[in-house]
């Protein structure tokens, strides 16, 4: 996704959060801050965010999945039935392939593995990094934060109040956390062919098509300067559902899967983008061995294709607001109620 459209993501889970009226001591944090705290929401993709070349910290967008022919192949292999369980009918990704007639019993049974240029940098490890530092630097809050946390921390008192945290910051880290999360459900962040690359067309134009749905309302210019109060910015966030046919309805925000972290959870959520992948653009037809195989953007979801197109947005746009919502919910149930 690029700014607008992280930004919208990440301010629609707030009021998502908001809606379901559970954790208000985390929409008590969150909210005041909800225009300025967005900038975290992209700042993984600018280009002064990655000094020191491919290794910058916040890097990791990926996790690039591709057949595995390795010595370990049972490993890699995800059975269908397992992977909606894992991720949940809850969610639109596992609707979406419940549905699915494409990718046959072969496909399912065929090893495949998700790699990156350098090992370790990848979009789960990443979002487990984030969220572990995230529960310390939420316990060594300031006087605000704290006193949206039950219980004590005593070792607060020899803590500079300039070296806790701020509640600024804590918006931010939020915000950050929840690009990496965005893009584990985007199909071509976790599809190891050429095609998938942001410079080859589908990925590009594809997210192109999300933020001119999303409109100007979350251009970063438009909610840095907006006057509108946190409240006014929430309810035009809810406001773009329609635009991508989005229904939350009152439904509750569920917890991750049992037995589940937040590597896990992200790991199936980034398996299912890739299936996802497989079928918009058809492995078939578009082999996973082929580096000059190109899917352009029209020919994939062109003239009969375009409710193809609705499908994946609706899909895709869903999840990654949902996932945002049951990620945060729980870093903060961990350091608020165990």
Not at 54 to 74: C, F, R, V
Request: glycine content about 6%.
């Amino acid at each position: 996704m690029d700014q607008r459209t992280h930004s919208w993501i990440a301010i629609r889970a707030i009021a998502l959060l908001e809606d379901e009226n559970k954790e208000e001591n985390l929409v008590k944090l969150l909210k005041p801050h909800v225009r300025k705290a967005s900038v975290g929401a992209w700042i993984p993709d600018a280009i002064d965010a990655k000094r020191g070349g491919a290794g910058s910290s916040t890097d990791n967008h990926i996790l690039k999945t591709e057949p595995y022919k390795g010595n370990q192949a049972s490993r890699f292999i995800i059975k269908k039935d397992e992977l909606l369980e894992s991720i949940g009918m809850y969610r639109k990704t596992a609707q979406f392939l419940r549905n699915d007639n494409y990718l046959d019993e072969q496909w399912w049974a065929t090893p495949y593995r998700g790699d990156v240029p350098k090992p370790g940098q990848h979009l789960p490890n990443r979002a487990m990094a984030m969220s572990t530092m995230m529960k310390d630097l939420l316990l060594m809050g300031n006087q605000e934060i704290d006193q949206l946390i039950p219980g004590d921390v005593r070792f607060a008192q020899y803590m500079a109040p300039k070296a806790r945290t701020q509640e600024e910051a804590a918006a931010m880290y939020f915000f950050m956390l929840s690009h990496f999360i965005a893009d584990a459900g985007m199909p071509c962040h976790c599809d190891g062919r050429k095609l998938a690359g942001y410079a080859e067309g589908l990925h590009k134009e594809l997210e192109t098509h999300w933020s001119q749905r999303v409109g100007t309302s979350f251009e970063k210019k438009n909610l840095l300067q907006a006057k509108a109060d946190s409240s006014r910015v929430l309810q035009q966030a809810r406001d773009i559902d329609t635009k991508f046919g989005l229904n939350f309805g009152g439904a509750s925000i569920p917890d991750l899967h049992r037995g589940h972290d937040i590597w896990l959870e992200v790991i199936y959520i980034c398996r299912a983008s890739f299936a996802v992948a497989s079928i918009i653009a058809p492995y078939k037809q578009y082999k996973y061995d082929d580096p000059k195989a190109r899917a352009p953007f029209n020919a994939i979801f062109g003239g009969a294709n375009k409710q193809l197109l609705d499908d994946l947005s609706q899909t895709v746009m869903y999840d990654a607001v949902l996932n945002i919502a049951i990620v945060w919910k729980h870093i903060w149930n961990k350091v608020s109620k165990e």
